[in-house]
């Protein structure tokens, strides 16, 4: 029940940390994975999902929300600008708005549909130029444009470098986040969950660990 065992861990470094129990969103990353384990994880209870793709999650989706009313999906990938319609209409939640561009068709669309995902801006502390996302540098400015499209900006996310000291930049997500008056953080994945809920995470996005190995082939 690797479900229960990752739950488990949450709540633990929730009490570690003097954090509240339950005060951590568990992402169920199930980009990849066949539908089979999906249905399992959802017969269990879990309610919130996470995909990479949009094209991957309308394809899952829709099916399963019509026997599981109360899941949410949230796209945890890069998003184009041509998917932003479809976007909208699917995802309860957006964590990559990572562009003026993207900012300004999300703004459209939202007003077009009257409906709004949750979002969050991600910022890319590594300053990895192959990674998306807003250099810290230019954080304050970016989240002050996005609130002027009246976009529901909930929070900042966050993808460490794989070679760095992933607590770093989970402070500096939680810095910045505190000084724009944002208060979600989507930080912590499979190996560092822990020390993201430590450091103040709303949302971890944990895949591998509660599903198995992804098969990519």
């Given at each position: 029940m690797a479900l229960n065992?990752?739950?488990?861990?949450?709540?633990?470094?929730?009490?570690?940390?003097?954090?509240?129990v339950g005060s951590t969103q568990l992402i169920a990353v199930s980009k990849v994975q066949p539908n089979e384990r999906v249905l399992n994880v959802l017969e269990q209870g879990h309610t919130i999902f996470g995909e990479n793709k949009v094209q991957e999650a309308h394809g899952k989706w829709p099916a399963f929300r019509e026997n599981f009313?109360?899941?949410q999906v949230h796209l945890i990938g890069p998003l184009q600008s041509n998917k932003v319609k479809q976007a909208v209409e699917l995802f309860d939640a957006i964590h990559t708005v990572d562009?003026?561009?993207?900012?300004?068709?999300?703004s459209n669309e939202v007003q077009a549909q009257g409906k709004a995902p949750e979002m969050f801006i991600q910022i890319n502390t590594g300053e990895e130029e192959q990674k998306s996302g807003i250099f810290p540098s230019q954080a304050d400015q970016f989240i002050s444009d996005c609130f002027s499209?009246?976009?529901p900006i909930k929070g900042l996310m966050v993808i460490p470098p794989i070679n760095e000291e992933p607590t770093l930049h989970f402070g500096l997500l939680r810095k910045i986040a505190h000084r724009n008056g944002l208060r979600g953080l989507s930080m912590g994945m499979s190996s560092d969950f822990e020390s993201a809920?430590?450091?103040?995470?709303?949302?971890?996005?944990?895949?591998?660990?509660?599903f198995g190995k992804r098969d990519y082939s």
């Open positions: 065992v990752i739950n488990s861990k949450i709540e633990t470094a929730e009490k570690s940390s003097g954090r509240a009313s109360n899941v562009r003026l561009k993207l900012a300004q068709k999300l499209l009246d976009l809920i430590a450091m103040g995470a709303t949302h971890v996005r944990v895949g591998s660990a509660i």
